[in-house]
């Protein structure tokens, strides 16, 4: 059970979600540890981080989405975007080594209690790295033996950003073009290449 001190009371709202809470660490190996603070993020809500660099190598600022908590055994990268020679299993937070509770079943986050900050588990849509002073022309996805790299990390919250809604844009926009379409196609009857044309015109306005 989380210890409070010998003088300290749990609020309602601790009380709360202690009860909630599914799989609790031993908190009394942490006595600086805080309550946990609200998610600002949701599973399947798209998340960016910053640039950084590495050594001599600049690991470009991509895009991700959070994911529920993976099966113990999945190799989940530490606050990287990129394979590190550190990575190792999820082992899940019964095990001691993780110093994480699960304060919110199904959210895709854990308490760090070391840092008393939330981390969220993040699959990224990586891109290739690249030297220091060089700027790449073109968007290089990561590859592993052929297929795209979707590293899996645990990620500290104060690196994430939330990304802009550009799906929901592009879906709407899919949506117009074929309702356009459509239409030039119904009510014209003229060939698709004209009607293609004519939709990425409109499209413009």
Request: proline share 7%; net charge negative.
């Amino acid at each position: 059970m989380r210890p409070y001190g010998e003088s300290a009371q749990p609020t309602n709202k601790q009380a709360s979600s202690i009860q909630q809470a599914t799989i609790m660490a031993d908190w009394s190996l942490y006595p600086d540890a805080t309550e946990p603070t609200a998610p600002r993020f949701q599973v399947g809500e798209l998340v960016h981080t910053h640039s950084s660099l590495h050594e001599s190598t600049v690991e470009p600022a991509v895009f991700g989405v959070i994911i529920e908590e993976p099966e113990e055994g999945t190799i989940v990268q530490d606050s990287s975007t990129i394979s590190r020679s550190w990575e190792r299993e999820w082992e899940g937070v019964e095990n001691p080594h993780e110093e994480a509770d699960i304060d919110l079943p199904g959210s895709g986050s854990v308490w760090f209690l070391p840092d008393n900050e939330r981390k969220y588990f993040v699959k990224w849509m990586n891109k290739e790295t690249y030297p220091v002073n060089t700027q790449p022309t073109e968007f290089r996805p990561m590859m592993t033996n052929g297929e795209p790299t979707l590293n899996i990390s645990l990620h500290f919250e104060r690196s994430l950003y939330k990304a802009p809604n550009f799906i929901a844009k592009l879906r709407s926009k899919v949506a117009q073009r074929k309702e356009v379409e459509e239409v030039l196609t119904e009510r014209l009857n003229i060939d698709d290449c004209s009607t293609q044309g004519i939709a990425g015109m409109v499209m413009q306005y």
